[in-house]
């Protein structure tokens, strides 16, 4: 699926590829967060295969102009989950935000497991 959008120029299309790519890179990016990881190892299987890289560990659900993300992560061990948590939420709302112009509804943050 995609997010559309129409403006005084034409229509705008953004697949859910590329808003998870956006996600994918904010998440790495901060604080605490050690690596991305698949839901589930069928997921990883299938990301083996796909030529197209990025995107990994994030799930995009799109209704109508919102975004739902989902996130799966491993953070490093001895930060507090709850704070690392909350900032990866407010980085990935708003540079997805920024990125598409439309509106984030949720984003869910799942702790897979702890690093050293």
Known sequence: MSVNTNNA???????DLAIAKVASNT???????????SRRFTDSLSLLFRKESGGKGIK?????????????????YGVSIGAVAESL?????YKVEGFTGMIV???????IGVKL
């Open 60 to 76: 995009v659900t799109t209704s109508g102009n919102r975004i739902y993300v989902d996130v799966y992560v491993i953070i490093k």
């Open 105 to 111: 509804d949720t984003v869910n943050v799942n702790v």
């Open 27 to 37: 998440a790495l990016e901060s604080y605490g967060i050690v690596e991305m990881v």
């Open 9 to 15: 120029y034409g229509k705008i299309s953004i697949s």
């Open 89 to 93: 939420k407010e980085a990935i709302k």
